[in-house]
């Protein structure tokens, strides 16, 4: 067989991999973050479904960024940001930073500065305000590690949690016995 064509068979099996891989994780849902941060431009946020506690002495949590421009980038270059956990109530927050030039941070969607300069959504479920301590960058993503210094409980609601690309409450209902 020539060359060329074992080439495009291998991409071909790369490229079904890729697949294969985001259909596997359309099938796990995760739970939804708006990570927000100071830049000197203002306030920068995102949504992500990729936050993930690694360790609870010291409490380090770990998140991912699939580019380095845009708000992204100033998370990246911030020293620090705040990792919002939301809940179901929160889902038109989660949209708009999960969309490219939709309205972020609007006063009718509750968010204040903390007195470290970071945007803080009180309305969140949980606020963890974080120094970041490491990147590591992970084919076309990056993975920041991040120390938290302080925990911030906000509003009781249902987990709001990515499956299938789209937003779904938890219901206390869900819970199997």
């Not at 590690?145 to 302080?150: N, Q, S």
């Given at each position: 067989?020539?060359?060329?064509?074992?080439?495009?068979?291998?991409?071909?099996?790369?490229?079904?991999?890729?697949?294969?891989?985001?259909?596997?994780?359309?099938?796990?849902?995760?739970?939804v973050?708006?990570?927000?941060?100071?830049s000197?431009?203002?306030?920068?946020g995102?949504?992500?479904?990729?936050?993930?506690?690694?360790?609870?002495?010291?409490?380090?949590?770990?998140?991912?960024?699939?580019?380095?421009?845009?708000?992204?980038?100033?998370?990246?270059?911030?020293?620090?940001?705040?990792?919002?956990?939301?809940?179901?109530?929160?889902?038109?927050?989660?949209?708009?930073?999960?969309k490219?030039?939709?309205?972020?941070?609007?006063?009718?969607?509750?968010?204040?500065?903390?007195?470290?300069?970071?945007?803080?959504?009180?309305?969140?479920?949980?606020?963890?305000h974080?120094?970041?301590?490491?990147?590591?960058?992970?084919?076309?993503?990056?993975?920041?590690?991040?120390?938290?210094?302080?925990?911030?409980?906000?509003?009781?609601?249902?987990?709001?949690?990515?499956?299938?690309?789209n937003?779904?409450?938890?219901?206390?209902?869900?819970?199997?016995?």
């Amino acid at each position: 067989m020539p060359r060329t064509n074992r080439r495009t068979m291998s991409q071909d099996a790369a490229a079904a991999t890729i697949d294969q891989f985001k259909a596997a994780f359309r099938r796990h849902p995760a739970g939804v973050a708006v990570i927000t941060a100071e830049s000197a431009e203002g306030p920068v946020g995102l949504t992500a479904s990729s936050v993930a506690s690694v360790s609870a002495e010291p409490p380090v949590l770990v998140f991912s960024v699939t580019t380095s421009a845009g708000s992204a980038g100033s998370i990246l270059a911030a020293s620090t940001c705040v990792v919002h956990l939301l809940h179901s109530e929160n889902v038109d927050i989660a949209r708009s930073f999960a969309k490219s030039g939709a309205p972020r941070f609007v006063p009718e969607q509750g968010w204040i500065t903390r007195g470290t300069g970071e945007p803080l959504l009180p309305d969140a479920a949980v606020m963890l305000h974080c120094k970041i301590v490491d990147k590591v960058a992970v084919g076309a993503s990056t993975l920041v590690i991040a120390e938290v210094l302080e925990i911030d409980e906000g509003v009781e609601g249902s987990p709001l949690v990515y499956h299938d690309r789209n937003f779904h409450g938890l219901q206390h209902h869900s819970i199997l016995h």
